[in-house]
Every structure is written in structure tokens, then in C-alpha cells.
């Protein structure tokens, strides 16, 4: 089954939005044109009007390198820290037994 026909959400094509707008704007802030981030990317100038746009099917990985253009790399990695990922602690956390008990000795299984 395909879902690359699936409609984006909303708040997903927006934040991708924002990050375009805010990847040209350091982008600009620096000076650096569009042909010039391009090559530091090492993708085409069409990407990186793309990525700008805040178009869907950029590559992550230009996202990423632009981040990394920019001395801004560490961000992409508190992305989704597990440390701070609190709804996944909360289910995490659900699953831990109220009482751990020593395991039996001599079952037969190695």
C-alpha cells in the first residue's frame, strides 16, 4: 500500500513552512546566495529553493546539512532526544512490574 498520495496534515506542511522561511532567512543573514548554499550543500540551486519553500520531499539530509552550514547541527539531534521524550516516559514508565521478583533457578532453559 502506497501513502505517498495521503494529503499532508496541516500543522506538519507548516512547520516545514517555518523551517524553510527560517532556513533562508539564515541563509540571507549570512549573505550567502542560493548558488552559494547550494554548493556547500552539495545539491542543486532548485533544492535548496525547495528546501526554502518548505517543500515535502526535500531530502532531510539537506535540511541537515544546512543546519550544519549554518553551526547549527546540535539542534537536529535534541530533535527527539529520548531523555526528553516525555510521552514516551510516561509509557515507559507504565511498564515497569510494581514488584520484581528473582528469577527460578533450574528451569531447564539456557
Known sequence: MLY????LP??????????????SLARRRRSLTQAMMAERLGTSIMTVRRMEAGHPGTALQYRARAL????ELEKISDLLDSA???????????????????????????
Open 4 to 7: 505517498m498520495n495521503l494529503p
Open 10 to 23: 496541516v500543522p506538519v506542511d507548516r512547520a516545514l513552512k517555518k523551517l524553510g522561511a527560517d532556513l
Open 68 to 71: 550544519q552550514v549554518f553551526g
Open 84 to 110: 526528553k521524550d516525555t510521552v514516551g516516559l510516561i509509557l515507559m514508565n507504565e511498564q515497569v512490574p510494581i514488584r520484581v521478583r528473582k528469577p527460578k533457578q533450574g528451569g531447564g532453559v539456557l
